[in-house]
């Protein structure tokens, strides 16, 4: 049983992975339209090398490496999965950021969006697809050249520490998505870095440095593992099984992949009494978050949500389109 489903996933992975490929060669895509449906946001450049490269999973059953990047929004659009995994199976596996350097620079003119500000409407849609609060009006306002400076600022951070480098990633797109803050501006990474406990000096020295060696080598292993697009999720249990889950996809997704390699994973239900629990695990949290953790609507999760705003136990910050609630 267990070899029929790696073998299924896989035939999906492959079938995924060659019509990004096939439409990859047809165009050179531009990076930031992020196609929603298909759920991803494909590499502009080069070619892959799909290398059979061996992930060895070190201290849990099973090992993901995540490519992303932090304009990602199709990987904004997976933040109610990855912390609904974190909660039920997060005994078995682990996780290694990857930054996958999204956009490069300006040099690219397909899809109509030739410059930044035609970026805006279509962040707002991809907010309305997702039901994850996006403001695109960070590309009228004060818009990226690239990515780069923000994946090097991630490599930086995970020197440091690598679970305060997903809180800082985190507080990275919370300033972009929310706050329309440019987060290729060093004020506004160094302003993350310190609300996600990190040491500012040893970050903007390592980003001068050896974080850059460290972001040429992710790149240098997308291309070996052949990665075309974000989120793209790479499972294994560290005796050659290996899974692939690309885009953005329903929590069974994910679940099903890890539970293929390991199926003795027991799941975690997250229950409480105590609604407002589950922001001790995470401080911010819009409402598809909490109903994908919770399994309930989103409708039923803004009620929930609301109220305890209403009485003063969250704080709420709202644009255009959506909600972000925290602790207060």
């Known amino acids: 049983m267990k070899v029929l489903s790696l073998f299924l996933i896989l035939i999906c992975s492959v079938s995924c992975q060659s019509q990004t490929h096939s439409k990859m060669n047809e165009n050179k895509t531009n990076p930031l339209l992020c196609d929603p ?8 450049v080069g070619e ?8 060895k999973s070190e201290n849990k059953p099973v090992k993901i490496i995540y490519y ?10 997976i933040e109610p999965q990855l912390r609904k995994l974190k909660l039920e199976y997060g005994d078995y596996f682990e996780i290694d950021y990857r930054m996958g350097g999204l956009l490069p620079d300006w040099s ?7 410059k930044p500000s035609d970026v805006a409407h279509h962040w707002d849609e991809a907010s309305l697809y997702y039901e994850m609060p ?15 400076p923000s994946c090097i600022a991630m490599k930086s951070a995970q020197i440091q520490s690598k679970e305060k480098a ?3 990633m985190r507080i990275l797109r919370e300033k972009l998505y929310l706050e329309k803050k440019n987060i290729a501006k060093w004020e506004n990474i160094a302003e993350s870095a310190k609300l996600a406990g990190l040491d500012s000096e040893k970050l903007k020295k390592d980003y001068e440095g050896d974080a850059k060696k460290l972001f040429e080598e992710d790149l240098k292993l997308a291309k070996s593992l052949g990665v075309r697009g974000f989120p793209t999720l790479f499972f294994s249990d560290g005796n050659s099984n290996q899974l692939t889950v690309y885009g953005a996809k329903p929590y069974s997704a994910y679940e099903n ?8 994973a027991r799941k975690e239900k997250f229950i409480s009494k105590n609604t407002l629990s589950i922001f001790e695990v995470y401080s911010t949290l819009a409402p598809k978050e909490y ?4 399994d309930t609507s989103v409708k039923d999760a803004t009620i929930i949500l609301e109220e305890l705003y209403s009485k003063g136990k969250l704080n709420k910050k709202t644009i255009k389109n959506g909600s972000l609630y925290s602790v207060k």
Do not use: H
């Open 37 to 44: 449906v298909s759920g991803t946001c494909e590499m502009p």
């Open 48 to 55: 892959t090398s799909n290398e059979n490269i061996a992930i």
């Open 68 to 77: 992303t990047d932090p304009i990602c929004s199709s990987c904004w659009g």
């Open 108 to 114: 690219y003119n397909s899809g109509g969006i030739s």
């Open 134 to 148: 996006i403001d695109g009006d960070v590309w009228l306002e004060d818009p990226l050249d690239s990515s780069y």
């Open 166 to 168: 997903v809180k800082f």
């Open 257 to 264: 992949a890890l539970l293929a390699l390991y199926p003795e």
């Open 291 to 294: 109903a994908v953790i919770q």
